[in-house]
């Protein structure tokens, strides 16, 4: 393995495109309620929007040689922003400030989990959303089905605030 951990700007987005694409295709084949919920997300409709809207981005993709291998992406933005149409993530009223921060998408391919490479890329993204003084709230979206990643963020510190959408999601708060 040749790995390298890259911070891409937004304008080199595409390069995740492929990994957001496998991360919603993983996320609909754990599901257990309503999976058909992720036949609309795509790259176009998630990630692409999510950087767009968002106050702050931070991009980081691992390729093994050229190739991409995983990715996470996370941001800061408006608590406004997290209550759409889609659905409200939470209590607007519980956050204080005018910012929260959002580990949103992270994806490490099948056969290079268990190395590490998420441990990294999640201190990566705490360590840059540490930065924002202004913020204090840090939330982590999980589709249901996904215990293996709901147990990661529980281990690093994470908790499991509540649940919306009949169970679609649990939302974790820091
Ligand atoms: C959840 C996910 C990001 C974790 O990534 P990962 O690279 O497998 O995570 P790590 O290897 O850092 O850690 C997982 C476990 O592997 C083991 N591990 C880590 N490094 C290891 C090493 N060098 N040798 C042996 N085992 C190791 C540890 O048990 C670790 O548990 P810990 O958190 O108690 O340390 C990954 O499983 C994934 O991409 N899943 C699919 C997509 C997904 O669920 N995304 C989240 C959407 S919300």
Same mark, same amino acid.
């Given at each position: 393995m040749q790995l390298t951990f890259e911070v891409i700007s937004e304008n080199k987005l595409e390069v995740c495109k492929d990994l957001c694409n496998e991360l919603m295709t993983f996320q609909k084949s754990v599901?257990?309620?309503?999976? =058909?919920? &992720?036949? +609309?997300?795509?790259y176009e409709t998630r990630l692409v929007p999510s950087v767009k809207n968002a106050i702050h981005n931070y991009i980081v993709v691992v390729k093994d040689g050229v190739t991409p291998i995983a990715y996470m992406y996370s941001n800061i933005s408006s *608590?406004?922003?997290?209550?759409?149409e889609f659905a409200?993530? &939470?209590?607007?009223?519980? #956050? *204080? +400030?005018k910012n929260v921060g959002n580990l949103a998408q992270f994806f490490i391919k099948k056969e290079y989990r268990q190395y590490g490479i998420g441990s990294k890329l999640f201190s990566m993204s705490m360590d840059w959303l540490n930065q &924002? +003084?202004? #913020? =204090?709230d840090y939330f982590i979206y999980v589709s249901n089905g996904n215990e293996n990643a709901l147990e990661f963020y529980k281990r690093k510190g994470f908790a499991v605030s509540h649940e919306i959408l009949d169970g679609f999601i649990t939302v974790l708060r820091r």
């Amino acid at each position: 393995m040749q790995l390298t951990f890259e911070v891409i700007s937004e304008n080199k987005l595409e390069v995740c495109k492929d990994l957001c694409n496998e991360l919603m295709t993983f996320q609909k084949s754990v599901a257990h309620i309503r999976p =058909e919920i &992720f036949d +609309n997300m795509r790259y176009e409709t998630r990630l692409v929007p999510s950087v767009k809207n968002a106050i702050h981005n931070y991009i980081v993709v691992v390729k093994d040689g050229v190739t991409p291998i995983a990715y996470m992406y996370s941001n800061i933005s408006s *608590k406004e922003s997290h209550s759409n149409e889609f659905a409200t993530f &939470f209590d607007l009223d519980s #956050v *204080k +400030n005018k910012n929260v921060g959002n580990l949103a998408q992270f994806f490490i391919k099948k056969e290079y989990r268990q190395y590490g490479i998420g441990s990294k890329l999640f201190s990566m993204s705490m360590d840059w959303l540490n930065q &924002f +003084n202004d #913020v =204090e709230d840090y939330f982590i979206y999980v589709s249901n089905g996904n215990e293996n990643a709901l147990e990661f963020y529980k281990r690093k510190g994470f908790a499991v605030s509540h649940e919306i959408l009949d169970g679609f999601i649990t939302v974790l708060r820091r």
